[in-house]
């Protein structure tokens, strides 16, 4: 065990958020492994590091798709411990809740929060027996306050706050940290193009929630930042 090499695995690493924590997390000399459907994306965009692009391994998952979880884990245990986990990959519909299919509810549930729980439940034991890990989720804003248009990605971002929020609790004896970041709304492509076109001014950049994430991972002590709620400085989007 000891001789494993340490990793953060970032879920959704292909665009927005998940692109940017990946550069700043590698860029920081960490291990980065980043996994998404779209493995092509982080093969294009991992040049941009030079020299350090080889912290970063890029590797295709359905985050949805509990076997290819437990694929993924079993092959990178073998070499890797994962010290942090950043459940970052997300998918909304901004429909009513009317309007939304169920197969649309299901899809952004699985992937939201049972993604994220299955994740969870994969890296755990390992933490619990190294008696060190960091668990980070980038959540949302919909967990603090009520958006249209919103109710199952709402349900699904709510549901792992409350889940790891309890899951806190149990583990506090075993050094793990976990960090719920909710940002309001940041510039990323789970807007359409219509809404960036008209409100990205007044957005956040993810480049600056990776800065954010990564300054809060960093402390290594005994104070932890359990929760951190970050809005654009003129407020909600309306």
Do not use: C
């Amino acid at each position: 065990m000891d001789k494993l090499q340490k990793a953060v695995w970032i879920t959704g690493a292909s665009s927005g958020i998940g692109k940017e924590l990946t550069l700043e997390f590698a860029r920081k000399d960490e291990i980065v492994i980043a996994t998404s459907r779209r493995v092509n994306l982080i093969e294009n965009y991992k040049k941009e590091l030079g020299e350090k692009e080889s912290n970063i391994i890029p590797v295709q998952l359905d985050i949805e798709d509990l076997k290819s979880i437990e694929n993924f884990y079993k092959k990178f245990s073998k070499d890797f411990f994962i010290a942090a986990l950043i459940n970052n990959a997300g998918v909304t519909s901004f429909k009513s809740a009317q309007e939304d299919s169920l197969e649309e509810i299901k899809r952004i549930i699985e992937v939201n929060l049972l993604g994220a729980i299955y994740s969870i439940k994969k890296v755990l034991p390992q933490m619990i027996e190294m008696n060190y890990g960091t668990i980070i989720n980038i959540l949302s804003v919909v967990t603090h306050k009520v958006f249209l248009g919103s109710s199952a990605y709402s349900a699904s971002k709510a549901g792992l706050l409350a889940y790891t929020n309890s899951l806190r609790e149990e583990i506090r004896e075993n050094n793990i940290r976990i960090i719920n970041i909710i940002p309001g709304a940041t510039k990323t492509p789970i807007w359409n193009s219509s809404v960036l076109e008209k409100k990205s001014h007044r957005m956040m950049s993810p480049e600056e929630i990776a800065k954010l994430v990564y300054y809060v991972y960093s402390i290594k002590s005994n104070l932890v930042t359990e929760e951190i709620v970050i809005r654009p400085i003129q407020g909600d989007l309306e």
